[in-house]
């Protein structure tokens, strides 16, 4: 059984350029979050996909956007990023979509840093 | 708004010094709360999961605890390898995400 995987591990952008990132889900998991942590921070909630639908969205704006592919993996994409973006990305997977109350298994998350 | 509030940010202990980690919350209806830890540079490892105020769950040197306002993760006899950021989350009812707090960083000391 294959855990989270995300790709890149780091990544080192300029403020208005454009990121994708990407993340496998475990094995048998039909739903990925996405979670955004601050040094020092909890992780905050992006969104979550479940069955290739987006299933729930935190509070960031229009610009984070995301997809799920057949295969339950996932990208978040970033556009005109600015400095505050500077931040560890982290994809969890679930099984369970709507029914919640499930643990989430996080991969390491990529460390963006925006200059 | 559903909240988490962890305490301390900070714990320095000797190792073999037993001590407790708070999490208090308020949610619109739990649906679970959730315990991870977090080494340096990667994601959250799930610990456990409480549903209901009274629920008591242990995993080795682990005992977390649950009641309507707050959970607290117990450390017995800690080691130095239990070292690492403790994070408390809470799932309500008809939400699909989970609010984290900020976390407890915990060193054990040899």
């Known amino acids: 059984e294959t855990g989270v995987t995300q790709s890149p591990t780091h990544l080192i952008k300029t403020r208005g350029q454009q990121v994708t990132l990407r993340c496998s889900s475990q094995?048998?998991?039909?739903?990925v979050s996405w979670y955004q942590q601050a040094l020092g921070q909890g992780p905050q909630f992006i969104f979550q996909y479940y069955r290739e639908e987006e299933n729930g969205r935190g509070n960031f704006p229009p610009r984070f956007s995301g997809l799920q592919f057949p295969n339950y993996s996932s990208e978040l994409n970033v556009n005109a990023l600015e400095l505050d973006d500077s931040a560890l990305y982290l994809c969890?997977?679930?099984?369970?979509?709507?029914?919640?109350?499930?643990?989430?298994?996080f991969g390491s998350g990529t460390q963006l840093s925006v200059l | 708004e559903d909240q988490v509030t962890q305490s301390p940010e900070a714990l320095r202990l000797q190792e073999g010094e037993s001590s407790s980690l708070n999490c208090s919350y308020t949610?619109?209806?739990?649906?679970?709360l959730f315990w991870y830890r977090q080494d340096p540079g990667k994601g959250p490892e799930f610990l456990f999961t409480l549903y209901s105020a009274g629920e008591e769950k242990e995993k080795e040197r682990l005992k977390a605890t649950l009641t309507k306002k707050e959970s607290f993760l117990h450390i017995t006899a800690p080691k130095p390898e239990d070292s690492a950021t403790y994070l408390c989350a809470v799932q309500a009812r008809g939400n699909n995400d989970m609010r984290f707090g900020a976390g407890t960083r915990l060193t054990v000391k040899p």
């Open positions: 969890a997977s679930s099984l369970g979509g709507t029914a919640g109350g499930e643990k989430l298994f």
């Open positions: 094995s048998g998991h039909n739903t």
């Open positions: 949610v619109s209806g739990l649906r679970g």
